[in-house]
């Protein structure tokens, strides 16, 4: 469970990232709360909101998991849920920004 809720906590934490940057430059930008989900855009405050959430969340998992003070599998972990959200988020804001419904 220790290994499972890193990577959560890794996840949340580089989900936060683009919406905080999002909100705090008076940016639209999508949420899970948008029409249609993911795809359509969010005001910037609720992208605020949204990312501020991300990372209070990460955070306290952090704080109740422990920060790994070596690099093992526990850091492996953390580090792995971080790249496989940025990953994602990656392409798929890549596509969405892309899309006519982005620019419609």
């Given at each position: 469970?220790?290994?499972i809720a890193l990577l959560l906590t890794g996840a949340?934490?580089?989900n936060c990232i683009p919406h905080l940057a999002s909100g705090l430059r008076g940016e639209w930008f999508p949420t899970p709360f948008a029409t249609p989900r993911g795809i359509g855009r969010s005001s910037p405050l609720l992208n605020f909101i949204w990312?501020?959430?991300n990372g209070v969340a990460g955070g306290l998992l952090l704080a109740h998991?422990?920060?790994?003070?070596?690099i093992g599998p526990a850091s492996l972990c953390l580090l792995l849920g971080f790249l496989a959200m940025g990953g994602y988020l990656s392409?798929?804001?890549?596509k969405v920004r892309l899309s006519p419904q982005w620019h419609g």
């Open positions: 469970m220790h290994y949340l934490l580089c990312g501020a959430a998991q422990g920060m790994p003070a070596a392409r798929h804001f890549g």
